[in-house]
């Protein structure tokens, strides 16, 4: 299926523990995005990328890591969980152009205990 | 990146026209205004862009004055679905848009 998707949907994991959120794009972007959101706020760019091999930090990058070895796929990994990285996760892409049209997952909601 | 300043919240009822003005003063010569919409327990998704005058789709209208300061959203008789966040984003495709808290609309029946 042509789109962007996420997985997992819905993760628990205990605090210490290393989780890695995964996102995969069909449409060859070449920007992609990872934001949080915490409940009630708005988004918050944690990393992004303009192409494969090359990552750039957000607003929140703290305790996370990512990876582009290819241009469809960018993996978030939380090396650590801490309770405070509890939130939504949504990957977004997009290919830089006329429009900012950012085309977003359906989100990974995390839970840290 | 220029920053932008829309209302936290705005309650409605159904069949008006909904207004959102969004504020941003430090707009670049390059920089377009981007709306998104977002439900709840999804992704944002793109709703209209425009870099002057007015745009039309769809979904809403985007009003940008001469000078370029603010914009406003117009959703045309909105209904219950709706209810939403919307979320003005200032950027010129350089580099990545900077999400806000955005404006939460409520649409009453």
């Known amino acids: 299926d042509a789109g962007i998707t996420q997985s997992p949907r819905y993760k628990i994991t205990e605090t210490g523990r290393q989780v890695t959120l995964m996102c995969h794009q069909t449409w060859s972007h070449s920007y992609m995005f990872w934001y949080r959101q915490d409940l009630g706020h708005g988004l918050r760019l944690i990393y992004y990328s303009a192409a494969a091999d090359i990552t750039d930090k957000g607003e929140v990058p703290d305790g996370y890591v990512v990876s582009r070895s290819k241009t469809e796929n960018f993996p978030l990994t939380l090396e650590s969980a801490t309770r405070s990285q509890t939130s939504v996760y949504f990957c977004?892409?997009?290919?830089?152009?006329?429009?900012?049209?950012?085309?977003f997952g359906p989100g990974t909601r995390l839970t840290v205990t | 990146l220029a920053k932008t300043t829309q209302p936290i919240s705005m309650d409605s009822y159904e069949g008006q026209e909904v207004n959102i003005t969004c504020s941003h003063n430090?707009?670049?010569?390059?920089?377009?205004i981007t709306w998104y919409q977002q439900f709840p327990s999804q992704g944002p998704r793109f709703i209209i862009q425009?870099?002057?005058t007015k745009v039309t789709n769809e979904v809403a209208s985007l009003f940008i004055p001469a000078d370029r300061k603010s914009s406003t959203l117009s959703l045309p008789r909105v209904s219950l679905s709706d209810t939403a966040v919307y979320y003005c984003?200032?950027?010129?495709?350089?580099?990545?848009?900077?999400f806000g808290k955005g404006t939460r609309l409520s649409v009453i029946a």
């Open positions: 425009g870099y002057k």
């Open positions: 977004a892409s997009w290919d830089r152009g006329q429009t900012n049209e950012q085309y």
């Open positions: 430090n707009i670049a010569t390059n920089d377009y």
């Open positions: 984003l200032v950027g010129s495709g350089n580099t990545p848009l900077v």
